[in-house]
């Protein structure tokens, strides 16, 4: 079945640096990649939904200048979380389009 | 947009018992209804999902059913066990389209 490999698992970095998650499609083009986050005993957001070749869609609430988006190829997502604050300190999740798979999520801790 | 509602919050049974999970949606639109089940730090994993065409799904002790006229639906675990202990998920979708998921109902089964 279509397997999504999101990269890091679990990173830890201080506040004002940056940080890229990468989703990986395996065997399969993912034309959209939709990224959640979800915060402590809490359910999955909507951050944004991103299209190959095309900007993403972010959702109301979410700067698109704080949350990078690239999708420049059919297997590769990103999402850079810049100038890092504690407050972005999350479970960052993205899910193919294509059967609606997950990624393994990366739990980001900002310090 | 599409809206999900969650009930209950959380839910305490005993071994052996059933759980009954309720889930509402706004989007008339929406004809897919998965359901997740989330251990603590890992990624959501798809449980049982139903479309809008059929009124009923079974698999083993998990059943969900859906009422499209009042626009719920429900997710049934039978013969309850400790390893049920996780935090569920709903989701109503328009296919194709992103995810609404519910705020989630954390089961703790009492051995």
């Known amino acids: 079945g279509a397997v999504v490999s999101q990269h890091p698992s679990w990173v830890i970095c201080k506040s004002g640096t940056s940080v890229k998650i990468e989703c990986r499609s395996l065997d399969f083009q993912a034309t959209t990649m939709f990224w959640y986050r979800q915060f402590p005993k809490q359910s999955l957001m909507l951050m944004a939904t991103s299209n190959e070749g095309s900007k993403a869609t972010y959702e109301q609430g979410v700067e698109k200048d704080k949350f990078l988006i690239n999708h420049a190829s059919l297997t590769l997502s990103t999402l850079t979380v810049t100038s890092a604050h504690p407050e972005d300190s999350s479970f960052y999740i993205c899910m193919a389009s294509r059967g609606y798979t997950f990624g393994s999520g990366t739990r980001l801790t900002v310090v | 947009g599409e809206n999900v509602e969650q009930h209950p919050s959380t839910l305490s049974v005993q071994e052996g018992d059933s759980a009954v999970i309720k889930c509402t949606y706004s989007?008339?639109?929406?004809?897919?209804f998965p359901w997740y089940k989330q251990e603590l730090g890992k990624r959501p994993q798809l449980i049982i999902d139903?479309?809008?065409?059929?009124g009923e799904k079974k698999d083993q002790r998990i059943a969900v059913t859906l009422n499209k006229t009042a626009k719920h639906f429900s997710l049934h675990i039978t013969e309850t066990q400790p390893e049920d202990s996780a935090v569920y998920f709903c989701?109503?979708?328009?296919?194709?389209?992103?995810?609404?998921f519910g705020p989630g109902t954390r089961l703790s089964v009492l051995p």
């Open positions: 989701a109503g979708v328009n296919y194709g389209q992103n995810f609404v």
């Open positions: 989007d008339s639109a929406s004809n897919y």
């Open positions: 139903i479309r809008s065409n059929v």
